[in-house]
């Protein structure tokens, strides 16, 4: 294994799921700031490709699972990709001309915005639908796969169909 984390497999899915998702929170916010600094007219269409693309990353190991490939393959070809993804926006991807300089992070502000009720429930909010988001992502090939087999239908299909459905 790659990897070897001690505890129980549940433990240890546990921490892996968590990077991952600390991972995904890292990428996320950073590359919506870099694609509005190449956009002043059709940001928002920019920023819609730009989370389209991020949900097709998010499923594509379904795609890649759908080739026959067994469950460790598919995690590193997956993590091959992400990894040669990430050298090209490293290489090749600048700061657009029309980025704009961040406000310095300062402590003294988290309390006024954690108090800002509109702040706080438009976070509470995305954070639900977040949620909520990628447990039916997580949660659609175990359904599917065990609505075929109750069924008595073959499986083979699932993971392109998860694919789609994401």
């Not at 929170?25 to 919506?32: K, S, T």
């Not at 991020?54 to 992400?82: E, K, N, Q």
Request: charged share 10%.
């Amino acid at each position: 294994a790659l990897v070897t984390l001690k505890g129980s497999p549940l433990i240890q899915a546990t921490i892996l799921r968590l990077l991952v998702g600390v991972a995904l929170a890292g990428v996320y916010p950073a590359g919506l700031k870099v694609i509005s600094g190449w956009f002043t007219t059709r940001r928002g269409m920019a920023l819609g490709v730009l989370v389209g693309a991020l949900t097709v990353g998010s499923a594509f190991p379904h795609l890649v699972r759908s080739t026959g490939l067994d469950w460790m393959s598919v995690i590193l070809t997956s993590s091959v990709l992400a990894l040669v993804g990430g050298l090209l926006m490293w290489l090749f991807v600048s700061d657009g001309p029309h980025d704009t300089t961040a406000a310095p992070f300062s402590m003294k502000l988290v309390g006024a915005v954690v108090r800002n009720r509109g702040v706080r429930l438009s976070t509470y909010g995305y954070l639900g639908h977040m949620w909520e988001l990628y447990a039916m992502w997580a949660w659609t090939a175990a359904f599917l796969l065990a609505s075929a087999e109750e069924g008595g239908y073959t499986t083979g299909w699932v993971s392109s169909a998860t694919f789609a459905i994401i």
